[in-house]
Nanobody
Framework: QVQLVESGGGLVQPGGSLRLSCAASGTMFSRYDMGWYRQAPGKQRELVAFITSAGRTTYGGSVRGRFAISRDNAKNTVYLQMNNLKPDDTALYYC???????WGQGTQVTVSS
């Protein structure tokens, strides 16, 4: 059973950067389409970024140009580089494996001065 473990969240000032990591167990990682989603209090979960097994990427409109998703199949890890963070980026960020419909436990990102 594949487990997804996120890390890298924290408190950052507006304009700062963070890099989130999602480590997956198992041996089939390279074949999976992976994504990052986020959910702020009182709001619906929304797509942040998505990367296919072939490396094609998609971004939510509010983060395009500021965030970058990537993957390292040798490390079974997908990353989310977040730059120029804004208070509206504050949320619980979740890693998602689309092929297995599996979520990680989430990592909190708080952007505040």
């Amino acid at each position: 059973q594949v487990q997804l473990v996120e890390s890298g969240g924290g408190l950052v000032q507006p304009g700062g950067s963070l890099r989130l990591s999602c480590a997956a167990s198992g041996t089939m990682f390279s074949r999976y389409d992976m994504g990052w989603y986020r959910q702020a209090p009182g709001k619906q979960r929304e797509l942040v970024a998505f990367i296919t097994s072939a490396g094609r990427t998609t971004y939510g409109g509010s983060v395009r140009g500021r965030f970058a998703i990537s993957r390292d199949n040798a490390k079974n890890t997908v990353y989310l580089q977040m730059n120029n963070l804004k208070p509206d980026d504050t949320a619980l960020y979740y890693c998602y494996c689309a092929d297995l419909a599996r979520w990680g436990q989430g990592t909190q990102v708080t952007v505040s001065s």
